[in-house]
């Protein structure tokens, strides 16, 4: 199936958010409820839902203040999806949705920084975090302990 055969969908309305929560089960992106998904989608300026058929595929987000500053988030891909070009295709949308913000910035999982590099995203220096569970985002390498 080529990618052009997709639906894409930027509206939340229009998704089943108990299917979305699946979607980020399956990808895997973690338990995000569709209560939680309603909020976080709500409150993100631009977003992607990718439909192959009646079935969905693909998510994304980005957070934007509409000048400075665009966050991109929790991209997900039906794991019978991935490897296909999808992901880059959600993350390239979500760049020119975003496109005008002085910056344009994501985390990325370990040893995902090859796969953005693709994309155009360069290393930051100094981003640095507050989570809520550190001791975790340590443990999978998403934060640096202190030294």
Partial sequence: M????HTWVHRLDDVDLDELSRLYLLAPLGNKPPE???????NSRFMCFVYAGD??????RALADGVDCAYIADVAV???YQGR??????????LELA??????????APGTE????????????TAMAVWSDPRRAVDTGLLRPEE
């Fill in 2 to 5: 080529t990618l052009e055969n």
């Fill in 36 to 42: 939680a998904l309603a909020t976080v989608f709500g």
């Fill in 55 to 60: 079935v969905l595929v693909g998510a994304g």
């Fill in 78 to 80: 039906h794991p019978e």
């Fill in 85 to 94: 070009g999808l992901g880059s295709d959600i993350i390239r949308k979500l």
């Fill in 99 to 108: 496109d005008g913000h002085k910056k344009i910035i994501l985390y990325a």
């Fill in 114 to 125: 090859d796969f953005y590099r693709g994309l155009g995203f360069l290393h930051m220096n």
